[in-house]
């Protein structure tokens, strides 16, 4: 109930194409759904997020899609560059006692080849 | 720049020690919270803390204890380190507001042989 399934585990794609990143939860209680970027060696960041009541959000080359009815949203990635190479997670926040928790999903390892 | 910093990038421990593993952040966060990052696993919840004194058993706390005594700091403890401990383990923080939105340090991959 608290999963958040991600896939797929790795994928390379050539410059300038269009990967694509899906996730899928099984919790209506997730209110808030963020994708975070990790480049080697260093901690995730928060790249982009959206709300359950929006279908897409775009912010410069990364796009989420959600659809609600089939609790899945994936994250695309328009016009990839090898500096978008990294480990891409996605999330789903939920509240607990006043408290907010995120579950992480497993992660995909993205490779932009020049 | 605002930072959450961890105080060893890499540690190497032997099985039975007690290890700490050291996180402060500078944006005068309330919550605080450790993961551990392994392949195929993602980022695991092993405990977190939402004010001074104050800490909350995550998803995997089996085998670790935490501490807060000051805001600005939250340890991790390994009582008795063990070979299935081995990982990166990263630190974040956030405010408590429904704005969500943590900030990372750069994790510590500890190996325990």
């Known amino acids: 109930q608290q999963q958040v399934k991600q896939s797929p585990q790795s994928l390379i794609v050539q410059k300038g194409g269009i990967p694509i990143i899906n996730c899928a939860y099984e919790?209506?209680?997730?209110?808030?759904f963020p994708w975070y970027q990790q480049f080697p060696g260093k901690g995730p960041a928060l790249l982009i997020a959206i709300r359950p009541d929006v279908s897409e959000k775009k912010e410069g080359r990364f796009t989420i899609s959600f659809n609600k009815s089939a609790k899945q949203f994936s994250l695309h990635i328009m016009d990839s560059q090898p500096g978008d190479s990294a480990t891409y997670f996605c999330a789903a926040r939920r509240w607990s006692g006043g408290y907010q928790k995120v579950t992480f999903g497993t992660g995909t390892k993205l490779q932009v080849i020049p | 720049d605002v930072k959450v910093t961890q105080s060893s990038r890499y540690l190497v421990k032997r099985t039975g020690e007690k290890v700490f593993l050291e996180c402060v952040q500078d944006m005068d966060h309330e919550n605080m919270f450790w993961y551990r990052q392994d392949p195929g696993l993602g980022l695991r919840l092993i405990y977190f803390?939402?004010?001074?004194?104050?800490?909350e058993k995550g998803d995997i706390p089996e085998g670790y204890s935490v501490s807060r005594e000051k805001k600005e700091r939250f340890s991790l403890i390994l009582e008795s380190a063990s070979t299935n401990q081995t990982s990166m383990y990263l630190c974040?923080?956030?405010?408590?507001?429904?704005?969500?939105?943590?900030?990372f340090g750069s994790g510590t991959r500890l190996t325990v042989v």
């Open positions: 974040a923080s956030s405010l408590p507001t429904r704005k969500i939105g943590y900030t």
């Open positions: 919790n209506t209680a997730f209110d808030y």
């Open positions: 803390s939402y004010d001074v004194k104050m800490k």
